[in-house]
C-alpha cells in the first residue's frame, strides 16, 4: 500500500493477556517507530528501528513490552501481561534515512491501534 | 534526553484570523518536524524543518535553531485547521528518536 498500514485498528483483552500488535510501514522507508497516545495526551516514544542497526529502547516502559522487526520491514509490537494502564492508542511511524542519521523524509503515521485492556 | 515545550496549550480562534504556535527545546537538533492530529486521530507531517523557513499554502515555519526554537504560522485560519499540533524534535548523530511536545490544541469556530 502506499501508507503505514496497523492492524488490528481495535483490539479489546482482559487483563493479563497477551497482545500482538502489527505495522507495514512505507515500502523502502529504513526507519519505524513505535508511539504509545493515551486518550487527550501527547505521544510517548517506545522504539526506533533504523536499518540494521541495534534498535533504540529506551521508551519502552516495562520489560512486558517488546518489538521486533522481521527484515528490515514489519513490525509487530508485543505486550505481555497486559494491564488497564497499557490502553491507549499504538502509532506506528516510518520514515527514510540515508547515510549517517541524515532523515530525507518526513515521518508518515499509520492510523493506528487502539488497545482497551478491561 | 531534550526537552520539548509547547506553547500556547489551547487556542481557540474565530475563522478568518492569524495565530502563531511556538515551540522550544532544550537542546541542540538536526530533525524538526511539525504534525498536525485531526479530530480523528489521524497524524499529518506539516514541515520537516530543522532550520530555516518553509511554506505550505496558509501555513508557514520558521526554525531557529541557533535559539532553539521553531514557530508555526497559521493564515486565515478555517474550521478545518481544528486539532491538535504537535512539534517533534530529534537529536543529532544516528539518533533518529523523535521526542514529541504536549501540542497546542486549536478550535476555530466558524
Known amino acids: 500500500g502506499a501508507g503505514v498500514s496497523q492492524s488490528p485498528s481495535n483490539k479489546v483483552t482482559e487483563k493479563g493477556k497477551d497482545v500482538e500488535l502489527r505495522c507495514d510501514p512505507i515500502s523502502g522507508h529504513t526507519a519505524l517507530y513505535w508511539y504509545r497516545q493515551s486518550l487527550g495526551q501527547g505521544l510517548e516514544f517506545l522504539i526506533y528501528f533504523q536499518g540494521n542497526s541495534a534498535p533504540d529502547k529506551s521508551g519502552l516502559p516495562s520489560d512486558r513490552f517488546s518489538a521486533e522487526r522481521t527484515g528490515g520491514s514489519v513490525s509487530t509490537l508485543t505486550i505481555q501481561r497486559t494491564q488497564q494502564e497499557d490502553s491507549a492508542v499504538y502509532l506506528c511511524?516510518?520514515?527514510?534515512?540515508?547515510?549517517?542519521?541524515?532523515?530525507?523524509?518526513?515521518?508518515?503515521f499509520g492510523n493506528g491501534t487502539r488497545l482497551t485492556v478491561t | 534526553g531534550i526537552q520539548v515545550e509547547q506553547s500556547p496549550p489551547d487556542l481557540i480562534l474565530q475563522e478568518g484570523a492569524n495565530s502563531t504556535l511556538r515551540c522550544n527545546f532544550s537542546d541542540s537538533v538536526n530533525n524538526l518536524q511539525w504534525f498536525h492530529q485531526n479530530p480523528w486521530g489521524q497524524l499529518i507531517n506539516l514541515f520537516y524543518i530543522p532550520s530555516g523557513t518553509k511554506q505550505n499554502g496558509r501555513l508557514s515555519a520558521t526554525t531557529v535553531a541557533t535559539e532553539r526554537y521553531s514557530l508555526l504560522y497559521i493564515s486565515s485560519s478555517q474550521t478545518t485547521d481544528s486539532g491538535v499540533y504537535f512539534c517533534?524534535?530529534?537529536?543529532?548523530?544516528?539518533?533518529?528518536?523523535?521526542?514529541f511536545g504536549k501540542g497546542t490544541k486549536l478550535s476555530v469556530k466558524p
Open positions: 511511524a516510518s520514515s527514510l534515512f540515508v547515510g549517517f542519521g541524515v532523515q530525507v523524509s518526513p515521518l508518515h
Open positions: 517533534a524534535v530529534g537529536g543529532g548523530g544516528s539518533q533518529g528518536n523523535l521526542i
